[in-house]
């Protein structure tokens, strides 16, 4: 599984945009691009995930860039509800080996209000 | 539904003491995973499981063990804990279905403390 890069921590205000980025210089074509959230002593939450096509569900969007060698997940209205530590996730779908996640310590996000 | 629960919530321990914490999912999913988080760190993958009656290693697992006897539970047991295995342990269970895109379901987690 390809290698990713997180900035270690970011702050956004209430209300803006919070933009987290992803590097993953090494992604190989198959690989799918995924975002996790950890709330403070909680287990990890989904948020959403891409191939090479920009994504957007009701929590994120999600900015794969066209060479596929960094993304960006973007939180359109940040709230204070969403200081956490987001993981960038890099992996193979597939049913083999039980779709194991690697995550690494992401990036810790706070929201100031 | 209750999604995917962890019990107990908190244990402390006695180096050398066996302890078994349980995982449930009522979502009947195939795939169970156990992690482990210490402190600043991302989560670590100990065991996981594919399908009832089926387990298998993942990063770190020594000093646990597993077993998945039935779809909806996955258990990890210490047999002999060590401090080192102080942590939180978070159980995660997912479709294998292929539009889940491997969309993982986290439990709250057990904060387990090895004096």
């Known amino acids: 599984d390809a290698k990713t890069t997180q900035p270690t921590s970011m702050d956004c205000a209430e209300g803006r945009a919070a933009n987290l980025p992803c590097n993953h210089s090494?992604?190989?074509?198959?690989?799918?691009v995924y975002w996790y959230r950890q709330i403070h002593s909680q287990g990890p939450q989904y948020i959403i995930h891409g191939l090479k096509n920009n994504e957007t569900n009701e929590m994120a969007s999600l900015i794969i860039t066209e060479d596929r060698k960094s993304s960006t997940l973007i939180l359109p209205h940040a709230t204070l509800r969403d200081t956490a530590v987001y993981y960038c996730?890099?992996?193979?779908?597939?049913?083999?080996?039980?779709?194991?996640?690697?995550f690494g310590t992401g990036t810790r996000l706070a929201v100031r209000p | 539904n209750a999604g995917v629960t962890q019990t107990p919530k908190f244990r402390v321990l006695k180096t050398g003491q066996s302890m078994t914490l349980l995982c449930a999912q009522d979502m009947n999913h195939e795939y169970m995973y156990w992690y482990r988080q210490d402190p600043g760190m991302g989560l670590r993958l100990i065991h996981y499981s594919v399908g009832e009656g089926t387990t298998a290693k993942g990063e770190v697992p020594d000093g646990y063990n597993v077993s998945r006897l039935k779809k909806q539970n996955f258990l990890l047991g210490l047999e002999s804990a060590a401090p080192s295995q102080t942590s939180v342990y978070f159980c995660?269970?997912?479709?294998?279905?292929?539009?889940?895109?491997?969309?993982?379901?986290f439990g709250p987690g057990t904060r387990l403390t090895v004096l």
């Open positions: 996730i890099v992996r193979v779908y597939g049913r083999s080996s039980g779709d194991k996640l690697t």
């Open positions: 090494t992604i190989s074509g198959n690989e799918y």
């Open positions: 995660a269970s997912r479709h294998s279905d292929r539009n889940s895109y491997n969309e993982q379901f």
